[in-house]
């Protein structure tokens, strides 16, 4: 069993920057593909970046692409999410997946295993 803890959100004006931080329980960490997905108010989750198991290969969503960066510490257990030039539509519930393989994931029937997700709002 895999848990997951983010951390690292927070209201910020837009043009701003965060770092969101996702923690891992479980000693394969290093074997799994991570992910972070989002969910806005009164929107499904959605995905926007990936990262495989040895932190070589990420994939992002088209909206965020260029401005935020998911990197990996297999030392630390730990992935993160670098969000710059925040935007008004970034505002969402962050969460962190992680999936049982060494896989890069898109979809969230990829991963095995959530976090509770950490608030970030993005003030106009």
């Known amino acids: 069993q895999v848990q997951l803890v983010e951390s690292g959100g927070g209201l910020v004006q837009a043009g701003g920057s965060l770092r969101l931080s996702c923690a891992a329980s479980?000693?394969?960490?290093?074997?799994?593909?991570l992910g972070w997905f989002r969910q806005a108010p009164g929107k499904e989750r959605e995905f926007v970046a990936a990262?495989?198991?040895?932190?070589?290969?990420?994939d992002y969503a088209d909206s965020v692409k260029g401005r935020f960066t998911i990197s990996r510490s297999n030392d630390k257990n730990t992935v993160y999410l670098q969000m710059n030039r925040l935007k008004f539509e970034d505002t969402g519930v962050y969460y962190c997946?992680?999936?049982?393989?060494?896989?890069?994931?898109?979809?969230?029937?990829?991963?095995?295993?959530w976090g509770q997700g950490t608030q970030v709002t993005v003030s106009s």
């Open positions: 997946a992680a999936m049982k393989y060494a896989g890069l994931g898109t979809r969230e029937s990829d991963y095995n295993y």
């Open positions: 479980g000693r394969a960490f290093s074997s799994y593909g």
């Open positions: 990262i495989s198991w040895s932190g070589s290969i990420t």
